[in-house]
């Protein structure tokens, strides 16, 4: 009660002057005066005995006080200036304004100041901090944390600051904060490491990135109460990795030790991740390197990595270390980009760690891996990432023998398990076996690469049927895709058009049949390779709603190409030999016909409005090229095929003229958009070359029924 206008104005007395009321009701003049809610107010009425004139006199005392003196900081300054300046530039406050800037502060002030009344536990602290940076105010949150850094713990409070700059890539800004939350007297814990080293690997300055990151971890590891665990130098090794900066990454490697910076398996696979991405960048390098340099260099990352390979190995057998499927994909993606040994290795590699036996073997236990050449690499690179890498390398060399005993088939998956739980895991292991890593869609891709790598072809089916049919795994969109460039890569064309009749049609789009019918285009010496495009070019029909204008070229490619036992017919049989190939290039012709008639009619209907007809050109120009440059190659097969006179029957050559006229004038239509002013050289040649064979035709059409 008493809370409303008309209450208070009858509780001031009917002696109040109009001008004092006017004053009580202004919100302007009684802005230090702060009326509690509702049971607040009647408390402190009820108390009084409800006594009118004490009432007016408390609201008169209260508008005639001067406002509260500026609060200052510990250290005889300023609120506002009480560390890192306030962001003005959030509430559009100029920065020359500091009328702005004072009102703006001391909101914050209050704002702030009657939090901290209510908050003392800094678990609700940290709580409203993340509430506020999820909405964006950050000089709050930034104020209620130094506030409260002066009496209590707060510093959750800090880590949700500094995470909430990284995620706003501001690295310099939370290097700022975890130095002030320091100097507070409030002590980073694990957490607070852990956020500034992620930060820094997902930084977009990775160069001073990798600078922050190895001086905060050298003062942890040196000075600081907090000594750096496993997860902290994993998380300097990615930042170190994103930099592709090796020397520091080997640096920060060689402080693992065997407590509380142990290796684990995300600790290998950030190394050899590394190491590949070295090597793909010496291979795309345009430092003017020549072929041998560059596979110098690469096969010096390769035997790095095995070098490395050779701890782990020697690790997991002593049950220190727990191999996932990611180290194994990671160190089998290094052995892809070396020679053909390397490529073969890949199958030894899953074969030691998941026993995937090896199919292109008849033999039922292969080799292990091969180890490296020089053990001046391993005992140079042993030192760097370990003290004692080279007893564990030796070790390794004694136990990966072909005759020493394997591990007992047991397979488990660690890929979401934490860090605890996979060393806790391992020391239960310790008197056992290790344990093997579970294969999955990313073993299959490397396997599948490394064969089509080495021309082994034959064995991709047997790979691909054994993850498929034995293991029950279920192939991803990159399994396919790897599936068919291995099929690519022998040439099969039966079993790359079995695939596509097989594979899901929601992964299916231009680029998969282009891979298709460049693997009917290589292998033109099987009499079946244009049966098989026939087989791919219907799926395509039924699943793509407009054919893409490569893929119809390809396939007509393979219809020119694959004549090589037509021609080995026409020596024993001239005429049958012409009539199949003439018969192979009109069903070509026919299959293209209506595909590129929908094609075409596509570019009728724009996909988005445009500003103008030049605007509209400017995008459909490059599909109008592609689709002249299809319809130019169906001219050509037509040309063949009534050139040569591979087909006798009339109402066929009379169907393909007409044809031929259609694409013809389809082709004009297309150089008279878009070259406006004349087509090129070149074009008009071809022009006139087309107005030639016109002439021609006509003539040989006009012979012909002369003579009949």
């Not at 009728?604 to 130019?632: C, F, L």
Request: charged share 25%; hydrophobic share 35%.
């Amino acid at each position: 009660m008493f809370v409303c206008r008309a209450c208070l104005r009858s509780l001031t007395g009917i002696g109040t002057t109009p001008v004092a009321l006017r004053t009580l009701s202004s919100p302007r003049r009684a802005a230090g005066l702060v009326f509690g809610g509702r049971r607040t107010y009647h408390g402190k009425v009820a108390g009084r005995g409800f006594q009118a004139d004490q009432i007016q006199i408390d609201i008169r005392s209260a508008l005639a006080k001067p406002p509260p003196p500026e609060r200052q900081a510990s250290n005889n300054q300023p609120a506002a200036h009480d560390g890192e300046e306030l962001w003005y530039e959030q509430k559009g406050i100029a920065e020359n304004d500091s009328s702005g800037k004072q009102k703006y502060e001391q909101k914050l002030e209050a704002t702030v100041r009657k939090q901290l009344q209510h908050f003392t536990d800094p678990f609700h602290i940290a709580q409203y901090v993340a509430t506020a940076l999820q909405k964006g105010r950050f000089d709050e949150a930034l104020l209620m944390a130094r506030r409260a850094s002066r009496n209590k713990k707060v510093e959750v409070t800090w880590n949700h600051l500094i995470d909430y700059q990284m995620k706003n890539r501001r690295l310099h800004a939370a290097v700022k904060l975890y130095n002030e939350m320091k100097k507070r007297g409030q002590i980073p814990n694990a957490k607070t490491y852990t956020i500034i080293f992620r930060g820094c690997a997902e930084s977009l300055h990775p160069r001073l990135a990798v600078a922050e990151a190895t001086r905060i971890y050298n003062f942890m590891n040196r000075q600081g109460a907090l000594k750096p665990n496993t997860i902290h130098m994993n998380a300097v090794l990615e930042v170190c990795a994103r930099a592709a900066d090796l020397d520091s990454l080997f640096t920060v490697l060689s402080t693992c030790n065997e407590g509380l910076r142990a290796p684990d398996a995300h600790t290998y696979t950030i190394v050899f991740n590394a190491l590949r991405h070295d090597s793909l960048k010496t291979q795309k390098t345009e430092l003017g390197l020549v072929d041998t340099e560059v596979k110098r260099e690469v096969e010096k990352n390769i035997q790095k990595a095995r070098a490395i390979w050779a701890d782990v190995i020697a690790r997991w057998r002593s049950a220190k270390v727990i191999i996932d499927e990611d180290l194994v994909v990671a160190m089998g993606r290094n052995l892809t980009l070396g020679d053909y040994k390397d490529n073969e290795s890949v199958l030894d590699l899953v074969w030691q760690t998941m026993k995937i036996p090896r199919l292109d073997q008849d033999r039922s236990r292969p080799a292990l891996p091969s180890k490296p050449d020089s053990k001046a690499v391993v005992e140079s690179h042993a030192a760097t990432y370990s003290k004692t890498a080279a007893e564990n390398h030796a070790a390794a060399e004694t136990a990966a023998t072909p005759d020493s005993p394997g591990p007992e088939e047991q397979e488990i998956d660690t890929k979401d398990m934490p860090p605890k739980a996979r060393r806790d895991l391992a020391a239960s292991t310790a008197h056992k076996a290790p344990l093997y890593a579970k294969p999955g869609s990313k073993t299959l891709s490397l396997i599948l690469v490394a064969l089509g790598t080495a021309r082994k072809t034959s064995s991709v089916s047997k790979y691909w049927d054994y993850f498929v049919k034995d293991l029950g795994h279920k192939p991803d969109p990159d399994n396919y895709y790897r599936y068919l460039r291995a099929l690519v890569a022998g040439h099969n064309s039966a079993q790359v058009a079995t695939l596509i009749e097989a594979m899901p049609r929601d992964i299916m789009n231009g680029i998969t049949f282009r891979i298709a019918f460049h693997a009917c285009v290589n292998d033109w010496a099987s009499p079946k390779a244009f049966e098989n495009a026939c087989r791919i070019f219907d799926v395509m029909a039924k699943t793509q709603r407009y054919a893409d204008p490569l893929a119809v070229r390809l396939f007509l490619h393979v219809a020119r190409g694959n004549t090589r036992h037509f021609y080995e017919r026409m020596e024993k049989d001239p005429e049958g030999g012409k009539a199949a190939l003439g018969e192979q290039l009109v069903m070509a012709v026919d299959r293209v016909w209506e595909p590129l008639r929908i094609l075409e009619g596509s570019l009728s209907y724009p996909a988005e409005a445009t500003m103008s007809p030049e605007d509209e050109m400017a995008k459909k120009r490059g599909d109008m090229q592609e689709i002249m440059a299809t319809v130019r190659r169906t001219i050509s097969a037509i040309d063949k095929v009534t050139f040569e006179q591979l087909v006798t029957h009339r109402k066929t050559v009379k169907l393909l003229l007409t044809r031929r006229s259609i694409l013809q004038r389809l082709v004009q239509r297309y150089i008279a958009k878009l070259y406006p002013d004349g087509p090129p050289q070149d074009k008009k040649r071809d022009n006139d070359m087309y107005d030639d064979m016109d002439e021609a035709r006509d003539f040989q059409t006009d012979s012909t029924r002369g003579g009949i």
